[in-house]
Structures are given as structure tokens and as C-alpha cells.
């Protein structure tokens, strides 16, 4: 049975930074590609970005620069490293493998 969970949502200031977990049982990160997508309020869920099996990143235009991707094979663990967050990056933060889904974290960005 596959899980992917997330975890390190929190409610941070602007500016800030937070670094999401994204862990899995019965599926191995470091041989599939793991995204990270986010619903945030009154948009489209939209894609963060991703990281391939061989390392590659690719994060969107948008985010790139604030946001980053890295992942720890011997922990099979991905993380979304996110800096200078603004407010309109508060949502909820999806970890996404294969057609594997997790339940979410939420990332508040407010003073």
C-alpha cells in the first residue's frame, strides 16, 4: 500500500521560509519523479515544481528563485524549500507521486 505524507506546513511571517517534508511508504522516491503542486485560495491547484528520478529540477518560472527542490534518498524523503514567502503563496501543499497523492499541508503566510 502506498502513502505519501507531508509534513512542515505552518503559519509564517512574510519573508520567511519553510522547508515541507515529503515522506512515502510502499513507493520509492528516488526512482520516480515527485512534485509538489499547491491549491491556494480562489486559484487552480497548480504544479511547484518537480524533481526527476535522475535529480533533475525543474521548478516553475514563477517560483523559481524563492522556491527550491532537493530530495534524501537514504531517508526517501523529498523537501520543498521555500524563501522570501509572500502572502499569496499561503495554501495548501500537495506531494505528489505517480497518481499518488497525499493529504496536504497547509502553509500560511501572514503578519
Known amino acids: 500500500q502506498v502513502q505519501i505524507a507531508e509534513s512542515g506546513g505552518d503559519l509564517v511571517q512574510p519573508g520567511g521560509s519553510l522547508r515541507l517534508s515529503c515522506g512515502a511508504s510502499?513507493?520509492?522516491?528516488?526512482?520516480?519523479?515527485v512534485n509538489w503542486f499547491r491549491q491556494t485560495p480562489g486559484k487552480q491547484r497548480e504544479l511547484v515544481g518537480f524533481?526527476?528520478?535522475?535529480?533533475?529540477?525543474n521548478m516553475v518560472n514563477a517560483l523559481e528563485g524563492r522556491f527550491g527542490i532537493s530530495r534524501d534518498n537514504a531517508k526517501n524523503m523529498v523537501y520543498l524549500q521555500m524563501n522570501s514567502l509572500k502572502p499569496e503563496d499561503t495554501g495548501v501543499y500537495y506531494c505528489?507521486?505517480?497518481?499518488?497523492w497525499g493529504q496536504g499541508t497547509q502553509v500560511t503566510v501572514s503578519s
Open positions: 510502499g513507493i520509492p522516491l528516488n526512482t520516480n519523479t
Open positions: 524533481i526527476t528520478a535522475r535529480g533533475l529540477i
Open positions: 505528489v507521486v505517480r497518481e499518488y
